[in-house]
């Protein structure tokens, strides 16, 4: 059986808040440690049936940019509700609620230039 590993190196400064993140796949084409400002791991836990988050941003993450992941991040699981159980309602009121945060975030944006 094949295994393919993802690897997450968290660089922390002094203080233990995350510097610099890095990852890397087995099978990535680079095959080079990539730098990323933010990652949003959640695992399933079938025993407790609960969910298990590691959430983490680099200290020098732009606010803006944190919004914008959090909405792809919701964007995202509204895909994979829909492709893993078919379920049109859940997907698209998560969908609709990207497409407000969206807004909001590009009216905030707006409001600051």
């Not at 933010?38 to 025993?47: E, G, V």
């Not at 829909?82 to 859940?90: C, K, L, N, Q, V």
Request: aromatic letters at 6%.
């Amino acid at each position: 059986m094949k295994q393919s590993e993802i690897r997450l190196v968290i660089e922390l400064d002094d203080n233990n808040f995350p510097d610099k993140i890095f990852w890397n796949a087995t099978d990535s084409p680079s095959g080079q440690p990539e730098e990323t400002k933010a990652i949003s791991l959640s695992m399933w836990d079938p025993k407790n049936l609960d969910t298990m988050r590691i959430d983490l941003w680099a200290k020098d993450m732009m606010l803006e940019d944190m919004k914008r992941f959090m909405i792809d991040a919701i964007g995202g699981m509204a895909q994979t509700l829909r492709e893993a159980t078919g379920d049109e309602y859940m997907s698209a009121e998560m969908e609709g609620l990207c497409q407000k945060l969206q807004h909001r975030l590009d009216e905030q944006m707006k409001a600051n230039q």
